[in-house]
């Protein structure tokens, strides 16, 4: 391509018409419900920035619609990527719908983000799957649960408020706990 930029031109597969799990209801999120919702959520155009760990595993061998563009920093895993890289997005490409999905651990490295993300007028969605810490180093890189890859639990919804402007913008930050909740949620 002229922009020098490598282009993924793979077709995404087709998806099942209906993800969502039998059983979805009111009990406990669980990964596979909220990746159903959240496939049923994505239109064609989006753009869907993941950090490496909670969101990029399952966006990057899932089906997709086509058009939409999924960014994901691959090279050096690094964690807090995401919404740094969401506010270049939207930037570039403020015509389209941005949703940037980010682990509790990454948000955590580049929080302030949020803040000019809202100067800016942009306004991606930012779902923050709270994982209890870093699990992709104790699941996939060290195998045994580490002391030091338990992080503080923020208070997510909670951002949106405290990165407002004195009430310029007004984001709505939810918490979601059920699979009943996701798709009202979205």
């Not at 920035?49 to 089906?63: E, I």
């Not at 994901?72 to 389209?96: C, H, S």
């Amino acid at each position: 391509p002229a922009t020098g930029r490598p282009q993924d031109d793979t077709p995404a597969p087709t998806r099942p018409a209906s993800a969502v799990p039998a059983g979805s209801g009111r009990g406990a999120l669980t990964q596979d419900e909220f990746w159903a919702y959240f496939w049923d959520y994505l239109q064609p155009g989006d753009v869907v920035v993941t950090d490496p760990g909670s969101g990029s595993f399952p966006l990057a061998s899932a089906s997709r619609p086509d058009g939409v563009t999924l960014l994901n920093q691959k090279t050096w895993a690094a964690i807090g990527w995401a919404l740094p890289a969401a506010l270049g997005a939207e930037i570039a490409a403020p015509d389209r719908r941005h949703v940037v999905v980010i682990g509790d651990g990454a948000i955590a490295l580049t929080v302030q983000e949020l803040s000019t993300i809202a100067r800016e007028g942009c306004s991606p969605l930012v779902v923050v799957v709270n994982n209890g810490g870093y699990l992709i180093e104790d699941l996939a890189i060290y195998g045994v649960h580490l002391d030091c890859d338990d992080i503080w639990v923020w208070d997510y919804p909670a951002l949106a408020a405290a990165f407002d402007d004195r009430g310029r913008y007004q984001p709505l930050g939810l918490r979601v706990t059920t699979a009943a909740e996701v798709p009202e949620a979205l």
